[in-house]
């Protein structure tokens, strides 16, 4: 069983950047999938974006093309989500997720592809 713990959440102004970290317990990470979503409040769970840990491969969606970017460092059992340019639009509780990897594909950007999560951590997008 894998568990995961975010960080790295907080209050930003228009334009500023964060960097999420999510944490991997119980498992290495290297043939698994993670996926970063995030929840505004009334709105359904959204993916931004995904790593496939064995060789970085990612898919980002189209909102945060350009701005937000996953990686990972598999010594550390970390994967991280780096958010620049930030707008008021972002502001949600952001969640990362693993899957054991089966097949890849942009269906990974999809909540429902994924077993394990975290509990979460706010990010604020406001002046």
């Known amino acids: 069983q894998v568990q995961l713990v975010e960080s790295g959440g907080g209050l930003v102004q228009p334009g500023g950047s964060l960097r999420l970290s999510c944490a991997a317990s119980?498992?290495?990470?290297?043939?698994?999938?993670i996926g970063w979503f995030r929840q505004a409040p009334g709105k359904e769970r959204e993916g931004v974006s995904c790593?496939?840990?064995?060789?970085?491969?990612?898919y980002t969606a189209d909102s945060v093309k350009g701005r937000f970017t996953i990686s990972r460092d598999n010594a550390k059992n970390t994967v991280y989500l780096q958010m620049n340019s930030l707008k008021p639009e972002d502001t949600a509780v952001y969640y990362c997720?693993?899957?054991?990897?089966?097949?890849?594909?942009?269906?990974?950007?999809?909540?429902?592809?994924?077993?394990?999560w975290g509990q979460g951590t706010q990010v604020t997008v406001s002046s």
């Open positions: 997720a693993a899957k054991f990897l089966g097949i890849w594909s942009r269906a990974l950007l999809y909540p429902s592809s994924y077993a394990h």
């Open positions: 119980g498992r290495t990470l290297g043939y698994y999938a």
């Open positions: 790593i496939r840990n064995s060789d970085g491969d990612t």
